[in-house]
């Protein structure tokens, strides 16, 4: 899968060799201006760690997309997407405990949605990690990582994609995708460990599980 936008933007599937360049761009991009990882005080190189650790089964699965400069082949967006019954990877529990609030609201989002339906295995797509370089963002490249990625995920048999959308433009992202709120937490209200650490970022009200049903392509065999 390889297509270009009016942009001159190319998205593919995100392979091995990718992997320094998305572990760099995510970094960037959520510490800079993710709100939960800005309020929890995340650098760079502690977010980098958790990146790498999903790059091998991002490689096997075939479900994350990058997008590139077509002028200079640089990574300017990527998507991390999964099996939404993968298990996390190995060494996840060692990752920067400035991560503990952000997974324990996200996780308060996940038990919500799950008590009602849990997916088997093939059935639904979680979009986790999405990011654009600045230089590029406003483009639509953010909106195209999505439409590709569930395009992509309904190739392969996929019935439904899932994300937790942190933030009051990934919300607007992925409402023009067609997702729909399923589950909402509030940043004023959580508390983890007995502190509130996200008073700060307030206004973006809290982040939202929302989903999308797919449409059904023919399934890839390759």
Request: aromatic share 8%; proline share 6%.
């Amino acid at each position: 899968m390889r297509h270009v936008t009016d942009m001159q933007t190319t998205f593919s599937v995100f392979q091995a060799s990718d992997e320094n360049e998305i572990v760099r761009l995510l970094a960037e991009v959520f510490t800079d201006r993710d709100p939960p990882a800005v309020a929890v005080g995340l650098t760079p190189s502690e977010f980098e760690p958790l990146v790498r650790l999903f790059c091998p089964k991002a490689a096997a699965e075939g479900l994350t997309i990058v997008a590139r400069s077509a002028d200079t082949g640089e990574m300017v967006g990527a998507l991390l997407t999964e099996d939404a019954t993968s298990p996390p990877p190995p060494g996840v529990e060692l990752v920067s405990t400035k991560f503990h609030p952000i997974f324990d609201i996200l996780s308060e989002l996940d038990a919500e949605y799950t008590s009602t339906h849990v997916p088997e295995p093939g059935e639904a797509l979680h979009l986790f990690l999405l990011g654009v370089a600045a230089a590029f963002a406003g483009h639509g490249i953010a909106q195209q990582l999505v439409a590709t990625c569930v395009a992509n995920g309904a190739g392969h048999g996929y019935q439904t994609a899932i994300t937790e959308a942190t933030n009051k433009t990934s919300q607007h992202v992925f409402r023009k995708q067609g997702f729909v709120e399923r589950a909402r937490r509030s940043y004023a209200e959580h508390r983890f460990d007995g502190r509130a650490w996200f008073q700060s970022i307030t206004e973006h009200s809290g982040p939202m599980l929302m989903d999308k049903t797919l449409t059904a392509q023919p399934r890839r065999t390759e």
